[in-house]
């Protein structure tokens, strides 16, 4: 099955700097990649999907890119603002042909103000 | 719509008591999930459904059993509880489609064994 590899360490930022996250992935490359935020005690929040055939994706501030040769998603904010402070987590097929996701544990993203 | 719902918020259970953890959803979601979260540590898949009848087992279903007599239920429960069940679990739902589609999460039910 897939193994997910996300910073375990947390990432400081300033307010108004890019916040860049890292998402890697060890075994088959999936067919999809999702980022999720999740806030202290609440359930994660779906944010963006990026489908394999995708080089980048985009809503907003957020950014997503996946390279599907380096195993590797990342995941940027722009204009960073305290209110994006949160763990954000990546999640892909669990095996070749699933529909079950499988999560990484996620980076903790603090923006100074 | 509430979305999806889980109770209780919280519960502290003794080593050997049971307990069942309830979610429901009311967007007419085939799929439904249950995952723990360990402190630190990713969301691990417990059991999921794909439609009222149907359950199959996650990555970590040792100690759970689930039912899906409904589309909108799917409780989880704990038979003989241990300390190793001290966890967050979060129950989630996703529409029909499958594949690419994204999980709805619920609030979690945090768990204490004593």
């Known amino acids: 099955s897939q193994k997910i590899e996300q910073n375990s360490e947390a990432l400081n930022i300033q307010e108004g700097k890019t916040a860049t996250l890292t998402c890697n992935y060890t075994n088959y490359s999936p067919a999809y990649l999702q980022w999720y935020r999740q806030d202290p005690g609440r359930g994660p929040v779906f944010l963006l999907l990026?489908?394999?055939?995708?080089k980048e994706k985009r809503k907003e501030r957020l950014k997503v890119t996946f390279d599907t040769t380096l195993k590797q998603s990342l995941f940027h904010i722009t204009a960073s603002q305290p209110a994006d402070s949160a763990t954000y987590l990546c999640a892909l097929p669990l095996s070749g042909g699933s529909y079950i996701p499988t999560f990484g544990r996620g980076t903790s993203l603090i923006v100074h103000p | 719509n509430a979305g999806v719902t889980q109770t209780p918020k919280f519960r502290i259970l003794k080593i050997g008591q049971s307990m069942t953890l309830q979610c429901t959803q009311d967007m007419n979601h085939n799929y439904m999930y249950w995952y723990r979260q360990d402190p630190g540590m990713g969301l691990k898949l417990i059991y999921y459904?794909?439609?009222?009848?149907?359950?199959d087992k996650g990555e970590v279903p040792n100690g759970y059993n689930v039912s899906r007599s409904t589309t909108e239920d799917f409780p989880l429960r704990l038979e003989l509880a241990a300390p190793s069940q001290t966890s967050v679990y979060f129950c989630a739902s996703s529409p029909t489609s499958g594949a690419e589609e994204t999980q709805y999460f619920g609030p979690g039910t945090r768990l204490l064994v004593l």
């Open positions: 459904s794909v439609g009222a009848g149907i359950t």
């Open positions: 990026i489908r394999e055939n995708e």
